[in-house]
């Protein structure tokens, strides 16, 4: 099932806002340096560094930036307080949520999320309630002229787990995150660029939402949640129809 490229669709939309308003920064900065600090410097060695200097990239953030960012995480100089947590909940009309925070107060951060989840309708649950739902996976999507033949060939030996065709014609291919990097250069060594790449928290399986109310309820959800500081990333099974998915991105 092809749905979480719609749920991509929207989720880039939502990034591109974030990134003009600069709000993305911060939150990529906090997670180089701590990639850095947990794997080390060298991106060649830490694939978690890797992906996430991509995302960087991606959002138009400078190398210079960059650089300093992994400079400070290190050199253990900065966000040494930091904490990683997970938060597990469901949306609107049991649709599953992930959040991934770094906190350096677990009972602020835990507070605002469950604020964020029962103001639209939703409640935080406890740990092993959705999460068994999801698994942590590199998705690079390429053009819809990507051939999957040439696909297969260019990252026959990187080993992907899985190379598959999406409902809008475009090809995605899945990896592990360690083997992310390595698959990305054989795809642009190739000449297959991806449109799209990222590496996160994936569901196994997707709700599908055919309401136009129901869907603003989920985005809203999504969108209050992103706005906490300590909030990272936010991941969601809901699935959305081609219309309502077109109806949500005119009202975006």
Known sequence: ???HSKWANIKHRKAAQDARRGKIFNKLIRE???AARHGGGEPADNPRLRAAIDKALANNMTKDTIQRAVDRGAGNTDGDAMEEVVYEGYGPEGVAVMVEAMTDNRNRTVSEVRHAFSKQGGNLGTTGSVAFM???QGRLTLPGEASEEAAIEATLEAAPEEIESLDDGRLEVVTSPDRFG???DALVEAGLTPTSSEVGL???NYTRITDVELGQRIIRLVDRLEDLDD???VFTNADFDDDILEALQEQA
């Open 231 to 233: 909030v990272q990333n």
């Open 202 to 204: 994936f569901p196994d």
């Open 134 to 136: 999801f698994h942590r």
């Open 182 to 184: 390595v698959i990305k």
């Open 1 to 3: 099932m092809a749905g």
């Open 32 to 34: 180089l340096s701590v």
